[in-house]
């Protein structure tokens, strides 16, 4: 006789609940994307510089290469793109429109708000700039072809760029920041609007340069008028006529936009962080404020800026 069969249901396998990660904070998001560019050895943006009359800030610079083919999609941003072809030879479409060839030791510069796009048409090399000026000269409207500034001093330069790029140290740092102003001054002196007459220079106020120094280095956080004049030694009237004898802005109103600018290039060298915490590293408490800002400013969002590097 068979044995009788156990009609009971199978029990079931109780799953066991996943585990739930805790949520990632997003200042420590920022922080660890910012020490992996520290650890390659980037530059800390934005960098300035002083050109003649002209307050010039390098918001990005990045040097890359490309298989035949290969490109950039099309862009538009609110900031100037230099462009120095090192290796390869490369075509732009400006505007949808015209077309322009770049070989080694060639340079374009685009303005801002010109729609372009880049395609490698040989593999090779690309240095890129982006960058942000002020100053009482109107700015250039339409691309431009600049001469190579230096012949092969520009060549041995963007050498020496990529070369330190791939050092490491706090020397490094400083040398790579040396090499990135002096590249800079060679392409400015070639570009007329940047090239004033020698009334149109104004001589540096000592109180202004003080203070510019000062708020370039303490723009996290929240720095005041009344701090900057702390810093400088004098008063805040006496401040604001160094301002005006400097023809810059008000003082209130400089620091706003050395924040928006610090701000902007932080959204661009840093897309994977929190649009919030960039706007509480300068002291943007409401992001709903910084947002605004920010699109008033610069023509886009935070998250727009992000996703499109400018």
Do not use: W
């Not at 520009?154 to 791939?166: G, N, P, T, W, Y």
């Not at 740092?173 to 004033?196: D, K, S, V």
């Not at 149109?200 to 370039?216: L, N, W």
């Not at 009344?226 to 005006?244: I, K, T």
């Amino acid at each position: 006789m068979k044995p009788e069969k156990d009609k009971r249901p199978p029990a079931k396998k109780l799953k066991r609940p996943a585990e739930r990660l805790p949520a990632e904070d997003p200042a420590r998001r920022l922080g660890t994307h910012r020490a992996y560019l520290e650890e390659d050895h980037d530059l800390v943006f934005p960098l300035h510089l002083r050109y003649l009359c002209h307050e010039v800030f390098v918001i990005n610079y990045t040097s890359s290469g490309r298989g035949r083919g290969g490109g950039v999609r099309l862009l538009s941003h609110p900031h100037f793109e230099l462009i120095a072809v090192k290796k390869g030879r490369v075509k732009y479409l400006l505007r949808g429109k015209r077309s322009i060839a770049l070989a080694p030791g060639d340079a374009l510069l685009i303005p801002p708000f010109v729609p372009h796009e880049r395609v490698h048409q040989s593999a090779g090399l690309v240095h890129s700039i982006l960058f942000l000026a002020e100053g009482p000269v109107a700015a250039p409207e339409a691309p431009q072809i600049l001469k190579t500034p230096g012949g092969k001093a520009l060549s041995s330069l963007l050498a020496l760029i990529d070369k330190e790029r791939r050092n490491s140290g706090e020397v490094s740092r400083e040398i790579l920041t040396h090499l990135t102003r002096a590249l800079m001054h060679l392409f400015l002196r070639e570009i007329p609007a940047f090239n004033g007459s020698p009334a149109t220079v104004v001589p540096r106020d000592p109180i202004f340069a003080a203070a510019a120094e000062h708020a370039h280095h303490h723009l996290r956080g929240s720095l005041s008028v009344a701090d900057l004049a702390r810093a400088c030694g004098v008063g805040e009237r006496q401040l604001a006529r160094a301002f005006a004898r400097n023809q810059a802005p008000p003082p209130h109103q400089y620091l706003l936009e050395r924040k928006l600018l610090s701000a902007y290039a932080e959204l661009i060298n840093f897309p994977q962080a929190s649009v919030r915490e960039v706007g509480r590293r300068f002291a943007f408490h409401d992001a709903n404020y910084f947002s605004k800002i920010i699109r008033r400013r610069f023509g886009r969002s935070p998250g727009a800026i992000q996703r499109s590097g400018g």
